[in-house]
Structure formats: C-alpha cells, structure tokens
C-alpha cells in the first residue's frame, strides 16, 4: 500500500523483442510474440493474442522470480513463481494479461467478470486467462474476443456470468476470529510469500501479523495465497489483515452501490481463504484530495462498514493519516465508523498514537499505524520487500458479531418460536402459527440475518420468514402437493436456503434463490423407502443431505458447484427413526441418529473421514433430535422427550454440558432449531 508517488523498479528482463520466440517446455507449447503496427501477435496453448505492440511479454517458465504486476501494461505466459520479487508498495491496476496453463485439456470454456475487482477471468482447454482492466475494459474485452474466449459483438463469454456478490465458495475450515486480531509488529508484502519464507520469518523476525490481498484491484499475482496456505501460516502462530483493495477516490461514481459490492466482494474472498464472521477486513482506501472526495469516500466507506456489519464481518479501513484516516476522524459522528482504522504515517515510529486522531477515537484496540514502507528486510536468509506496521487489535467482544439460537417447537398443531440470546439467556416461547394442524418443523438462518421456519400441515410446506427487524411475513405456501412427509431446510454461505421434502418415500430439494425466488422441488433421492431427512451447510460451501431408510443412515453431499456426490451408507444400524445435523464453525459438521429412544453424534472431520457414532443422551425416551451450529463455534442439540424439550451444549473444546430443560410443556411433539450471528 502507497501513500505517495515512487518511481517504479524498471527491469531488463521483463521487455523481448517483438521478434523473440519463447518455447514453453513444462506444459509443450511454444508461445512467441511477433507483430506490425499499433498491435502484435503472442501465440500460447494454442491460442493467438493481439496486444498493443508497446506490451511487453514475460515468460515465466524462464523468469519465475518476475513480478507478475497488474500495474502496468503487460502480458505474462505461464504460472506465476512462488517467491516473486515484488515491491511491497505497488497499488492499482490497468490493463494486463497473465495467461496459464490449465492442467486439464478438456477444461470448457467459460468465463466471469468482476467489476469491483476489474477482472475479466477466462478459461479453455488447456488455458487460463486472467484480464485486469482500469479505465478500458474494452480492451482486454476485444484481446479476448479475438483469441476466440469471448463471443464477438456481444462482450459475453460463452458463458459469462458475473461474478456473485454473496460468497460462492468457502475454505475447508473456519479460522477464529480472534486470527484478525493482534499486538505487535507486523508487515504486508504485495504478493502473499511462499511458506518456505514465512516459516524463516515466523523463527527469526519480529514480525507475526501479516497482510494478505484477498481481492479487488490487487496489483500483484497471489499464486501462493490459498485457503491452505492461511491455514498453514495460522497454524504457525501468525495472525492477519486481509485486505481488500476497493475503488479509489477517483473511481467513485456511486458511494453506497460501490461500497456494498466491494464489501461483498470481499466478504466472498475472504471466506473462501477461512475468515468467517467475526473477522476483521481492511479496505485500502490510498491517499486522495480530501477537497475534492472527502464526501464520496466517507460515503464509500459507510457503505463497505454497514454491510461487512449486516453479514457479520468487522469493518476495517486503511488510509493515509493526511486523507481518509483524518476524514474518518473529523466526521465520526455524521457516517458508519470502521471499527479498526489503519494508518500510513511513515515516521518510523511504531505506535498506534496519531495526531490527526483524538485519543478519545478508536481507544479500544482499534489501531495499526504503518510506521515505514518500501523498505527489504531479510530474517533467516530470505529478503522481502515489505511494508512495516504496528497493532493494536484486540476487538472488545461487544463490537464482534456474536450468536443467537431459535428454536421452534410444535405443541397441539400449533408452533412456538424461542430464541436464545447471545448471552445464553432464552425469551421463552412465543406462539408463530396457531394453524393447529401442523406435525413437523424446519429452520434455516440466512446469510442476510433472516430466519425462515418451514412447517408442515396436511400433506402441505409452509415458509414463514423471521425479518431482520424481528417481525414475521407469515406462512406462504411452499409445497402444496399434499402429500409431504418430512422437511429439513438449510442455508447456504452463498445466500441461498434449501428446504427437503419427503413425499411417497421420496426426496425432493427445492432452492430458494438469494432474490426470494425458488427453482422449484427436484428429485435428489427416488429411493422410495425414506422416512425422515436432515441436511446442513458447511463451512467449504458444500451441503450434506441425510436420508433414513430402513433404519439406516445414508449422506449425500451438494458440491459447490451444484452438483452431487450421491448417497453413501454413513449408518448401517437398521433401528434409526430420526436424524438430524449441523455444520459448525470450524468445518466440521456432526450428524445425530436417534436409536431405541437414545441419540448418538457422529463427526465429520473436515477431511471428510467420519468418528463414527457416539452416544450422547441414553435417556431412552427420546423421539426427536435437532441440531444447530452457533457462529461461536458451538453446537446445541435438542432432544424430545415425554413431551418435554431438552438443549445440550457442546462446547468448543469438544465437551458437553449435558441436558438441561429448555421447555416443559409436556405437549410437544416436534423441535427444530437454527443459529445465526446477531
């Protein structure tokens, strides 16, 4: 991140003449660059490129250590090196290419456009092409189009999409929050090092937060910055600050659309690397004339905290102390605050103390001041260019999003709704649907921080939306087929809800869309002997679906890309009458069976190998099981017994509290139960 104006490194290896042939040799292909007039030519995979003459192109098979930069105008061809030899403090993006090679030959073609990141992403057979554009999208657009990845005319893809606002993908395991938050030294580098650099760094530097750039208009290739890579480094014992590089002063025609998308955006990334709600994300606001744009910043910048907020995410910003970080400061009381603010100051003081911010501001370790930037530092033989900073991050818990529970029961046909509070306190039964007739229940909390409650009544599915303010739509016929059995319901990471129905021993998945519309029931499971059925959402943005029959268990897990993996045995033990599941925070998901009136958990490891069945209530007597997954990282089941409904709390270590009375009524005869973040 740059505050002010650097020249920038030249180097010698990174312009050919245009005449050059560069042969491909890992991947077989050969790739030259020749051309005549304003354009040349740059043939790779099979695929002929025409680029402005003055581009220049880097081979990284023969330059692995080339900075792939975004920043200026360029074509790079194949995969970018890990150990790149970036400068730390590159910021922006114009128009440039970096093309790959795709493993895979019969890769389809397909393609995405992000406009928050200025991205145009396209893939072939045996290609992969990454466009980055500033001001002339219809430049890179034409560059594509013409190597045959976009069709002509139009500026679609063959089958471009844009890229989704809510997250379409997640990591195998949720990181803590508290990975976000720090005190100490730390640094940001403008392409996420190898591990083998940050494992020397971790032993022989000061250092141990890092900032990583997990999308928008970064300027650097990120081939090391993977989900497994954070989690590797967490593990590691460093902590982090994912940044987002969003629109620039400049660049900003529509402060609350703008600020929005990007927080989105973001908010995809970041989950898709393992930071869940609770984590704090930085927008790189760089420095700009307060004169001019203090007004669309703040405006910006209100509209990236509100929504980081509604999904559960902590809102940080990053400026220069002369520009946003004062605007920020002067306007306190009149936007929505981030509530970390990062500071470029290059005083080479490393303290969180600011003058142009009153003490009195972001008191409750709220701060990082960057102290020193453009600068290589070498610790266990490997040199990096970095930025330096100094934390003071420790969110009070009050600001960090926190969980609540409802759980719904069905007494006399009708259904009451309880919701557990954040501080473990319940409100206490409140009648949602005095139909009379209904016999079972679902739950499912949204991304948005909607609750929808599913309910079945003469054959028919009901859902009933719980708004963010707390009031209710009412139930709207879902499924009036009339000969529905069982339901279950989930959400989804990416904003959708899905809700199972079993008719004539059958499994239908109906999808609600993250506009409110529904694709309608599909055929998920033609077994025709199922008599109940639970699913849950997991942290990688899979689904999982169980089904029972004939006593036993069977999983079925929804990939992120929608498709199925069809039903496996998970319980062979031919008595279970009831199931239930839920995913939990640290990617791990546990199913419940319910046997000869006794309830056993089964873990999924994030691995996707199973425990195996462990009894947790020998009561006997029960004769349904819920389950849900707390954005704390806890798990509550509830069990139904002699009409009376019972929670248990597993706790994050692993253990359980053991039953406590959560409704005596003595009537009930269905449970549910969802949890959301507050």
């Known amino acids: 991140m740059l505050n002010r104006s650097h020249s920038l490194r030249a180097k010698a290896l990174l312009t050919f003449g245009i005449a050059a042939v560069m ?16 354009t040349k030519s740059v043939s790779y995979q099979g695929h002929r490129f025409q680029v402005p003459r003055d581009w220049p192109v880097v081979n990284l098979d023969e330059n692995p250590s080339d900075c792939v930069r ?8 194949g995969v970018p090196g890990t150990a790149q030899n970036c400068p730390s403090h590159l910021t922006g993006r114009t128009e440039a290419l970096l093309i790959e090679p795709q493993a895979a030959a019969d890769t389809a073609a397909a393609a995405t456009d992000n406009p928050s990141a200025g991205e145009l992403d396209a893939t072939a057979p045996g290609i992969k092409v990454t466009a980055t554009y500033a001001t002339d999208r219809a430049l890179v657009q034409d560059i594509l189009q013409r190597a045959g990845l976009l069709s002509a005319g139009t500026g679609k893809a063959r089958s471009l999409a844009a ?7 997640l990591a195998a395991a949720a990181l803590p929050s508290t990975t976000t938050d720090y005190t100490g030294y730390g640094f940001e580098a403008c392409s996420a090092p190898s591990s083998s650099a940050m494992n020397a760094w971790v032993n022989a530097s000061p250092y141990r937060a890092v900032g990583i750039y997990i999308g928008g208009g970064r300027s650097c290739a990120q081939p090391n910055l993977t989900a497994g890579w954070v989690q590797q480094q967490a593990s590691a014992g460093w902590h982090f600050m994912p940044i987002y590089a969003g629109a620039q002063a400049g660049s900003i025609s529509n402060p609350s659309s703008q ?5 989105d955006d973001a908010i995809s990334q970041a989950a898709a690397l393992g930071f869940g709600p609770g984590s704090t994300l930085y927008d790189d606001m760089e420095n700009y004339d307060s004169s001019r744009y203090s007004a669309t910043v703040l405006s910006y910048l209100s509209a990236w905290t509100k929504e980081l907020h509604a999904r559960g995410y902590l809102s940080g910003v990053y400026s220069s102390a002369s520009s946003g970080i004062a605007d920020l400061a002067k ?43 453009d600068v ?14 100094f934390l003071d991050v420790a969110v009070s818990p009050g600001l960090k999003p926190t969980s609540v529970m409802r759980v719904d029961t069905v007494s006399g046909g009708n259904v009451f709704d309880n919701q557990r509070n954040p501080d473990g306190s319940w409100d206490g039964a409140a009648l949602l649907d005095g139909n009379g007739a209904v016999t079972q229940v679902a739950t499912a909390a949204l991304a948005d921080g909607t609750f929808h409650v599913q309910t079945l009544a003469g054959g028919k599915v009901f859902d009933n939306q719980r708004n963010r303010d707390g009031s209710w739509t009412g139930a709207a016929l879902l499924d009036g087929s009339g000969s529905v059995t069982a339901i279950a319901s989930t959400a989804l990471a990416d904003g959708t809800m899905h809700v199972q129905t079993v008719a004539d021993g059958k499994v239908f998945d109906n999808q609600r869309n993250t506009n409110g519309s529904w694709t309608g029931a599909a055929l998920l499971d033609g077994n025709g002997s199922i008599t109940a059925v639970s699913a849950a959402g997991l942290a990688d943005g899979t689904m999982h679906v169980q089904t029972v029959a004939d006593g036993k268990v069977f999983d079925n897990q929804r990939n992120t890309n929608g498709s199925w993996t069809g039903a496996a045995l998970l319980d062979g033990n031919g008595n279970i009458t009831a199931v239930s599941a839920a995913g939990l925070a640290d ?19 994030r691995d996707g190998s199973w425990n195996g069945a462990a009894l947790l209530d020998g009561n006997g007597n029960i004769t349904a099981v819920s389950a849900a997954g707390l954005a704390d990282g806890t798990m509550h089941v509830q069990t139904l017994a002699s009409g009376k409904v019972f929670d248990n709390q597993r706790n994050r270590d692993g253990s359980w509290n053991g039953a406590a009375l959560l409704d005596g009524n003595g009537n009930i005869t269905a449970v549910s139960a969802a949890g959301s973040v507050a």
Do not use: C
């Open 163 to 169: 890229a989704p606002a809510a997250a379409p993908h």
């Open 70 to 77: 975004f920043d200026r105008h360029a074509v790079y061809l």
């Open 259 to 263: 600020g929005t998308a990007a927080a």
């Open 376 to 389: 290589t530092e070498t610790y266990g033989g490997v040199s990096i260019s970095i930025d330096s900073d």
């Open 23 to 38: 042969t491909t040799t890992a991947v077989g292909a050969a790739a030259a660059a020749s051309g005549d007039g304003p």
């Open 587 to 605: 990617g791990t998901m546990h199913v419940q069976t319910l046997a000869s009136g006794k309830v056993f958990d089964n873990q999924r490891n």
């Open 331 to 373: 306007h306190a009381t009149e936007y929505t605050m981030p509530d970390v603010i990062w500071t470029a100051r290059w005083n080479g003081n490393p303290t969180t103390d600011e003058p142009a911010v009153p003490s009195s501001l972001w008191a409750g370790h709220q701060r990082i001041h960057q102290f020193r930037g």
